[in-house]
Nanobody, 119 residues
Framework: QVQLVESGGGLVQAGGPLRLSCAAS????????MGWFRQAPGKERDIVAA????????VYEDSVKGRFTISRDSAKNTVYLQMNSLKPEDTAVYYC????????????WGHGTQVTVSS
C-alpha cells in the first residue's frame, strides 16, 4: 500500500506563492495518476488538480486555472502543487491522493497540510 506525506503548507499573505510537496512510498509511483484536493471548513473535499501517470495530462478546478500548477518527479516519487497569486478563498486543508479512476476517484489519501491565506 502506497503512503503519502504532504509538506509545504503554512501561512501566506494574499498574492503570495506556496509550493506543496507530496512524497510517496513504494516502487510503482510512476504508474499512478496523482491529485491534489482541498477541504475548507464547512465544505466538501473537492479536486484542485490532477496529473496522469506520465505527466502528459492535467486537469484543474476552474478557480485555480492559471494560478496553480501540478507536476511530478518520478525519480523522487514526488508530486508538487505550485500555487501562485493565492487568495483568502484558497484557505483549506490540502490533501494529496492516488487517483485510481480519472480524475476524481481516489484510492489513497494523504493526511493533509493546512494552507492559510491572509488578506
Amino acid at each position: 500500500q502506497v503512503q503519502l506525506v504532504e509538506s509545504g503548507g503554512g501561512l501566506v499573505q494574499a498574492g503570495g506563492p506556496l509550493r506543496l510537496s507530496c512524497a510517496a512510498s513504494g516502487r510503482t509511483f510512476s504508474t499512478y495518476s496523482m491529485g491534489w484536493f482541498r477541504q475548507a471548513p464547512g465544505k466538501e473535499r473537492d479536486i484542485v488538480a490532477a496529473i496522469n501517470w506520465s505527466g502528459s495530462n492535467t486537469v484543474y478546478e476552474d478557480s485555480v486555472k492559471g494560478r496553480f500548477t501540478i507536476s511530478r518527479d518520478s525519480a523522487k516519487n514526488t508530486v508538487y502543487l505550485q500555487m501562485n497569486s493565492l487568495k483568502p478563498e484558497d484557505t483549506a486543508v490540502y490533501y494529496c491522493a492516488v487517483i485510481s479512476l480519472w480524475p476524481r476517484g481516489v484510492s489513497v489519501w494523504g493526511h493533509g497540510t493546512q494552507v492559510t491565506v491572509s488578506s
